[in-house]
């Protein structure tokens, strides 16, 4: 296809040429201009018989009229120049789509079709990937790509996690971590507890993503394809009236015929049809490059429009590493009675607070058996029946709802953890005190906020469950407009929904399970990093492969270009 381009084009150029220097016979130079048109028209004439078939106009039907009245009248060169000049560039579009297909190919392949499968600590032979079900343990050699998503546990190594993240630094990974189909075992022999296989691994999820977004269409294309509706048969009636008023005078037949052929030369939109889907092809390129997945292309083009923007705290702004630095017992109670409460109450939960008080406990050899119940109130803590009996741990404000009384206990214990997350705890009804943690600000995060203020972002947010003085002190630190902490998820959905409504363009960043209601409300919503919530990541219009905030500018600066 691409040789009949060059050969049918090279036939026109040879005639234009030839004609603009006077080598040959007029008649005879425009033979290879007619024979390079009708080579360089057909793909064009086909498209718009299908369409006029189908009654659905476009630039295709335009372009083949335009094409056929300069046959029509002799005017081969410009024929063939126009010809030439929409089918290279629809090829260009085509190489762009086809591009992105051979980025999905190129990501399948990154996953092995078979896997080894390890039963009792023995290694079995080699098993297709279809066989493979959550909760087996695969085995993955150096140098080998890792098959499935799942959790280390056997094993240290270094991964190269390129492939998803854009990071070209490999990551060291042991026993406890999470690890990702794809991703390339350096150096280390590990065995994986399976999370995760096929179409549901987060590479699985990514190639569906590049799919769902190179198959759709923005609002802007949209409105394109619906102008070339009524367009064209504009045009046509436009040509028409050209010619019926040049027509009338008997000696101006030729140039009324060539007058009506210009307007329908001058007047196809192409530009505009391939502008837009050519330019979306390659913004997709540029940020996927960077791992930053865009699920619609219409979250691009809503991105340009920002202006402001609203960040979770814990895991987004922070580290999310959380570190128990503090232990504020009531009157009259141990500080290693309280430690061990809290971690019987949290050693089920997934939350990072919880695991960091769990991870305290056993460092401080303090024994921790699980629970014989356990229940998680969504935005308020945790009730467990443990060997001390029922322990509710979690908001201050949650345990002052189930005990009234202790509100001046909590009050005296909160003084001491100013500035600090706190996990208070309370056993069979009597409050024990409180936790206190901390969490490093990123690194990045003051200069990724000037980076937004510069792009000209008006109001910058933090939306947090964490109490006001925690909130504070990152906000001072990092510089944000607006301040709203102690938030339940429901409370931050309808805070970002109000946002909305009162005509901000509004960006939602975060990246934990009660962040997936204020990510789908807004207008665009990003989902930090691998190690992210589920929920977060669905809920969002735009992924991030990693937890580097800098992508955020990023995002708006490529969509606004």
């Known amino acids: 296809y691409i040789v009949l381009c060059l050969v049918g084009g090279l036939l026109v150029l040879v005639s234009t040429v030839c004609k603009g220097l006077g080598l040959t016979n007029e008649q005879v130079a425009l033979v290879p201009a007619f024979i390079g048109s009708v080579i360089l028209a057909i793909p064009l004439l086909i498209a718009a018989f299908t369409e006029i078939r189908t009654m659905r106009f476009s630039s295709s039907t335009l372009a083949a009229l335009a094409i056929v009245s300069s046959l029509a009248i002799g005017d081969y060169i410009v024929a063939g120049w126009l010809a030439f000049i929409l ?3 629809g090829q260009m579009v085509r190489r762009s789509a086809s591009g992105a297909e051979r980025a999905i190919s190129e990501l399948v392949q990154l996953t092995p079709d078979v896997a080894r499968v390890v039963e009792n600590g023995m290694e079995r032979e080699e098993v297709a990937l279809d066989s493979i079900k959550v909760g087996m343990i695969v085995r993955v050699r150096p140098g080998e790509n890792l098959p499935v998503d799942g959790k280390i546990i056997t094993g240290r190594s270094t991964l190269n996690q390129a492939s998803l993240t854009g990071e ?5 990974a042991t026993i406890g971590d999470d690890v990702f189909a794809g991703t390339t075992n350096l150096t280390g022999g590990i065995d994986i507890q399976v999370s995760r296989v096929g179409g549901d691994t987060t590479i699985g999820r990514v190639t569906q993503l590049i799919r769902q977004a190179e198959q759709s269409r923005t609002p802007r294309q949209l409105l394109i394809e619906q102008v070339a509706q009524f367009f064209v048969p504009v045009v046509i009636m436009v040509a028409g009236i050209t010619w019926f008023m040049m027509a009338q005078d008997p000696d101006s037949q030729r140039k009324a015929a060539e007058t009506a052929v210009s307007v329908l030369v001058v007047t196809c939109p192409s530009a505009l049809l391939l502008a837009s889907p050519s330019a979306m092809l390659a913004a ?4 996927a490059r960077l791992g930053i997945l865009v699920k619609q292309p219409s979250y691009l083009e809503s991105a340009a429009t920002i202006n402001t923007v609203v960040f979770d705290k814990t895991g987004t702004l922070t580290t999310g590493k959380f570190s128990v630095t503090r232990l504020a017992p009531s009157t009259g ?3 290693a009675h309280l430690l061990r409460a809290a971690a019987l109450g949290e050693q089920s939960s997934n939350h990072p607070l919880a695991q960091s008080i769990v991870t305290t406990a056993k460092q401080a050899r303090i024994e921790v058996d699980a629970p014989t119940s356990y229940e998680e109130i969504h935005g308020r803590g945790v009730r467990a029946a443990t060997a001390l009996g029922e322990v509710c741990a979690g908001r201050a ?7 009234p ?3 001046g206990e909590v009050d005296a214990v909160e003084a001491k953890l100013e ?3 706190a996990v208070h705890v309370m056993q069979e009804g009597r409050y024990l005190g409180a936790v206190g943690l901390e969490d490093t600000i990123k690194k990045d995060t003051k200069g990724v906020i000037q980076r937004l ?3 000209g972002v008006k109001q910058i947010a933090i939306f947090t469950g964490d109490r006001m003085t925690v909130a504070k002190r990152v906000g001072a630190a990092v510089g944000v407009d607006m301040i709203e902490a102690e938030c339940l998820p429901e409370e931050k959905h309808e805070q970002i929904k109000a946002l909305v409504r009162s005509g901000h363009r509004t960006m939602m960043v975060g990246d934990g399970i009660n962040d997936g209601p204020s990510l789908a409300a807004a207008d665009v919503g990003i989902a930090m990093g691998l190690h992210g919530s589920d929920i977060a990541a669905n809920s969002a219009g735009v992924a991030l492969m990693n937890d580097d905030l800098s992508r955020v500018p990023f995002l708006i600066q490529l969509a606004r270009r």
């Open 168 to 172: 070209a630094a490999p990551v060291e």
């Open 87 to 89: 089918v290279v560039f």
């Open 284 to 287: 997709f390129a540029a940020a």
């Open 453 to 455: 203020r510069d792009l």
């Open 405 to 407: 009384a202790i509100r």
């Open 397 to 403: 404000s949650w345990l002052m709802e189930l005990v």
């Open 419 to 421: 500035g600090m997350t």
């Open 333 to 335: 109670v141990d500080g």
